[in-house]
C-alpha cells in the first residue's frame, strides 16, 4: 500500500497523530470511529431498547416452546456446547435466571441486535469510507420494521447470531484488502469458522457476498499485493467445497416440508419463485404494511413481479458500469438472503427474518441516495428521511405488539396471510392450549381447507376429537392423515389408543406393527406392542416386547413395572 494512501485513509480515521505502520492503521481506525461517534451509538441504542421496550415483555411464541420451556434438554450443558451458539446461550441464561419469565431471554435477543447495529456502522464507514453515509445507513438499519421478527422472536436469535459473525468476518476481510496485514487471514479464517458453526447452509452467503465485494472493489489503486487475491480466492474455494452444508439442507428440507403429501416437489418453480420473493421483499422493505410470521398472499399480479424483478437486475447492471458502491448495495440486498432463496425448498417463500441481513444493503442504498441528492437538494431529502424515519418507527413498535402472546401473532398471521396452512394450522393449536376446543376445530379444519394434503392438520384435528371423546371423528381424520402422508408416526400410536378403547384388539395389533415397521429398534413402539399384547392375552409376547424396551431404553421404569407385574401374574404370587 502506498504511503499516499495510508495518508488518505489516515485522513479519513482522524488519524494524523498515530502510528505511521501502514499495517497498523486497521485496529487504529476501528477504535477511533468508535471513540469519535460514541454519543452517536450510545444515543441510538437507548433509542432502540425504547422502541423495542414493549417486546421485552413478551411471551415464550410459537417455536420458542419446544426451544426453550418444553425443551427437556436445556440443563444439559454437554448436548448444549455440541449443538449451537443458539442452545448454549438458552443453557447459560436458563441457569442464570429460569425459565419462569421470558424476559432474560428478549433482553439477550436485544443486547445482540445492539451489537449488530455497532457492527453495521463500523461496516458501513469501512464500505463508504464516509461518516454520514455510515451514520443515515445505521440509522434506517436500526428501525426497519423486518427486523421485528428477528429480534423480539427469541427464536429469531439464530439470524442475530449469523449477523454479527458474517460482519465481523467482511470488517476483517476489509482489513485485509486494505492494509495486506497477515494477521487479518487469521482472523477472517476464525470468524469463517465461528459464522460456519452457527449455521452452515446460511453463512454460505459470505462467500457469495465476498465475490460481489471483489467485484466492486478497486483492486488496481488499492491492492498491490498479488498473493491477497490468491488468498481471498482461496478462503472463497474453502468455505464452498469443504463447508457445503449438504447434510444441513437435507434437515431444512424435511423441516419445510413436513406434514405435506410425501409426492409433493422439493423445488420451487424459479419463474415464479425469484420474481415473488424479490418483489415481495423490496415491498416489505420500502412498504412495511402487511408483516406476518407466513407470507403467502402475493397480490401483485404476475406482469408487475417480473416488471419488479427485471427493473432491480438492471439498476444492478446500470450500477455495476456506472457506480460500485451502489451496485454493492443493491447486490447485497438479496445475494446475502441466497442461501433462503435456493430453488430448492430449504426454506420459505418469504419470511422476514431471512432479509435481516439483506436490509443493509437496502439501507445502505437510501443512505447512498439521500447523501447523494443532498449535494444539489437540501429541504428534500431531509423531508423523505424525517418521513420515512417516523414511519418505520411507529411500524416496528406496533408491531411488536403482535409478538407479544401467542394469541396475537396467530391472529395477526391468518389476518394477513388467510390462505396460510400454516398459519390456521397454528392458530388451531393455540386454541387447543387455551382449551378453547370448538374454535380448535376451526382453525385446523380451514388449514385442510386451504391445503387439502396437509397432513399434520388432519392430525392435530383429530387430537381435538379425540379429546372431547367423539372417536369415530377421531378415527376419521387420523386414517385421512396417514393416508396422505403414511409415515406420520404419532398418527399410528393415536389410532393404537383408538383401537384399544373401541376394543378393536385385530385392528390394534395391526397398527402396532406399523408401528414397529417404522424404527424396530424404537423403545416406545415396543411398549406399545407389549400393552397391546397384555390386552389380547398374550403374556409370553409381551413379556419379550417389555425386556426389548429395557433393552433399548434400560430406564423405562413403566416397562420394569410391566414386567414385574407380568411374571408376578405367570408364577401366580
Same mark, same amino acid.
Given at each position: 500500500?502506498?504511503q499516499?494512501?495510508v495518508?488518505?485513509?489516515? $485522513?479519513l480515521?482522524s ?5 505511521t505502520d501502514e ?9 477511533n ?5 460514541w454519543?452517536?451509538l450510545v ?7 425504547f422502541?423495542y421496550?414493549n417486546s421485552?415483555?413478551?411471551?415464550f411464541? %410459537?417455536d420458542?416452546y419446544?426451544?426453550i420451556?418444553n425443551?427437556?434438554?436445556?440443563d444439559?450443558?454437554g448436548?448444549?456446547f ?14 442464570l ?7 432474560p431471554?428478549?433482553v439477550?435477543?436485544l ?5 449488530t447495529?455497532i457492527?453495521?456502522?463500523v461496516?458501513?464507514f469501512l ?7 455510515s ?5 434506517f438499519?436500526a428501525?426497519?420494521p423486518?427486523h421485528v421478527?428477528?429480534?423480539s422472536w427469541i427464536s429469531g436469535k439464530?439470524y442475530?447470531f ?9 470488517i476483517?476481510l ?5 492494509t495486506?496485514?497477515?494477521k487479518y *487471514? ?13 449455521d452452515?447452509m446460511?453463512?454460505l452467503?459470505?462467500v457469495?457476498i465476498a465475490i460481489?465485494?471483489?467485484l466492486?472493489? !478497486?483492486w488496481?489503486n488499492?491492492v498491490?499485493?498479488p498473493?491477497?487475491?490468491v488468498i481471498?480466492?482461496g ?13 444441513a ?7 419445510v416440508?413436513s406434514?405435506?403429501n ?6 420451487y418453480?424459479p ?5 415473488t ?9 420500502w412498504f ?6 407466513y407470507?403467502?398472499?402475493y397480490i401483485f399480479p404476475?406482469w408487475?413481479?417480473w $416488471?419488479i424483478?427485471? %427493473?432491480?437486475l438492471t439498476? $444492478?447492471v ?6 460500485k458502491k ?6 447485497f440486498?438479496?445475494?446475502?438472503s ?6 430448492i425448498?430449504?426454506s420459505?417463500l418469504?419470511a422476514e427474518?431471512?432479509?435481516f441481513l439483506?436490509?443493509?444493503?437496502f439501507s445502505?442504498?437510501?443512505a &447512498?441516495?439521500l447523501y447523494?441528492?443532498?449535494k ?15 414511519l418505520?418507527?411507529v ?6 405488539? !403482535?409478538?407479544?402472546?401467542n394469541h396475537n401473532?396467530?391472529?395477526a398471521a391468518c389476518q ?6 400454516n398459519?390456521?394450522n397454528?392458530?388451531g393449536?393455540d386454541y387447543?392450549?387455551?382449551k !378453547?376446543y370448538?374454535n380448535?376445530i376451526k382453525g385446523?379444519t380451514q %388449514? ?7 397432513a =399434520?392438520?388432519?392430525?392435530n ?9 367423539r372417536?369415530?371423528l377421531a378415527r376419521?381424520s ?6 396422505i402422508?403414511?409415515?406420520l408416526f404419532q ?5 393404537v389408543?383408538i ?5 378393536? &384388539?385385530?385392528?390394534?395389533v ?14 416406545q413402539s ?5 400393552l ?5 392375552? =398374550?403374556?409370553?409376547?409381551a413379556?419379550?416386547s417389555m425386556?426389548? *424396551?429395557?433393552e433399548l431404553d434400560?430406564?423405562?421404569?413403566s416397562?420394569?413395572e410391566?414386567?414385574?407385574?407380568l %411374571?408376578?401374574s405367570?408364577?401366580?404370587?
Open positions: 500500500m502506498s499516499k494512501r495518508k488518505k485513509i489516515k $485522513s480515521y488519524l494524523q497523530n498515530t502510528s499495517n497498523e492503521y486497521g485496529k487504529f481506525a476501528i477504535l470511529l468508535l471513540k469519535e461517534n454519543k452517536f444515543c441510538l441504542c437507548f433509542g432502540i431498547i422502541l421496550s421485552l415483555s413478551g411471551n411464541v %410459537s420458542d419446544a426451544t420451556p425443551n427437556p434438554l436445556i444439559n450443558f448436548l448444549s455440541q449443538s449451537s451458539f443458539i442452545s448454549l446461550s438458552n443453557y447459560f441464561i436458563y441457569k435466571f429460569g425459565l419462569t419469565n421470558s424476559f431471554f428478549h439477550f435477543n443486547f445482540l441486535y445492539l451489537v447495529i457492527l453495521i456502522f461496516f458501513g464500505l463508504s469510507e464516509n461518516k454520514i453515509v451514520q443515515i445507513t445505521t440509522l438499519f428501525i426497519m423486518v421478527e428477528a429480534v439464530p442475530l449469523l449477523a454479527i459473525s458474517f460482519l465481523i468476518s467482511m476483517f476489509i482489513l485485509l484488502l486494505k495486506g496485514n497477515k *487471514v487469521w482472523l477472517l479464517i476464525l470468524s469463517v469458522i465461528v459464522g460456519l458453526l452457527i452452515k446460511r453463512f452467503s459470505f457469495f460481489v465485494y471483489a466492486s472493489y !478497486d488496481k488499492k498491490k499485493t498473493w491477497l487475491k481471498l480466492v478462503i472463497i474455494f474453502l468455505v464452498m467445497v469443504v463447508f457445503l452444508a449438504w447434510p439442507i437435507l434437515v431444512r428440507i424435511t423441516a416440508n406434514g405435506t410425501v409426492s409433493d416437489s422439493l423445488f418453480d419463474f415464479f419463485q425469484y420474481p420473493a424479490i418483489s415481495k421483499y423490496l415491498q416489505l422493505l412495511p404494511i402487511d408483516l406476518t410470521l407470507h403467502t398472499m404476475n408487475l413481479n $416488471s424483478f427485471l %427493473s432491480y439498476m $444492478s446500470y450500477f455495476y458500469f456506472k457506480n451502489y451496485f454493492f448495495a443493491l447486490a440486498i438479496f445475494v446475502a441466497a442461501p433462503s432463496m435456493a430453488p425448498k430449504v420459505w418469504v427474518r431471512y432479509i439483506g436490509s443493509f444493503g445502505l442504498f437510501l &447512498y441516495l447523494d441528492l443532498s444539489y437538494l437540501k429541504l428534500i431529502p431531509l423531508t423523505l428521511f424525517i418521513s420515512l424515519f417516523v418505520l418507527i411500524r416496528t413498535y406496533l408491531r411488536n405488539i !403482535d409478538w407479544q402472546t401473532l396467530w391472529v394477513v396471510s388467510p390462505n396460510s396452512h398459519a390456521w397454528n392458530i393449536d387447543d392450549k387455551l !378453547d370448538p380448535a385446523f %388449514s385442510t381447507i386451504v391445503k387439502p394434503n396437509y =399434520d392438520a388432519f392430525h384435528r383429530a387430537n381435538i376429537f379425540y379429546k372431547l371423546g372417536l369415530d376419521e387420523y386414517e385421512i392423515a396417514i393416508k402422508n403414511p409415515n398418527t399410528y400410536m393415536s389410532l389408543q383401537d384399544l378403547m373401541e376394543k378393536n &384388539y385385530n385392528r390394534a395391526q397398527d402396532a406393527n406399523t408401528l414397529l415397521k417404522f424404527n424396530i429398534n424404537n423403545s415396543w411398549f406399545i406392542m407389549g397391546v399384547q397384555i390386552r389380547i392375552g =398374550d403374556i409370553e409376547g413379556k419379550t425386556k426389548k *424396551v429395557l434400560p430406564s423405562n421404569k416397562a420394569n410391566a414386567l414385574l407385574q %411374571s408376578v405367570v408364577t401366580g404370587e
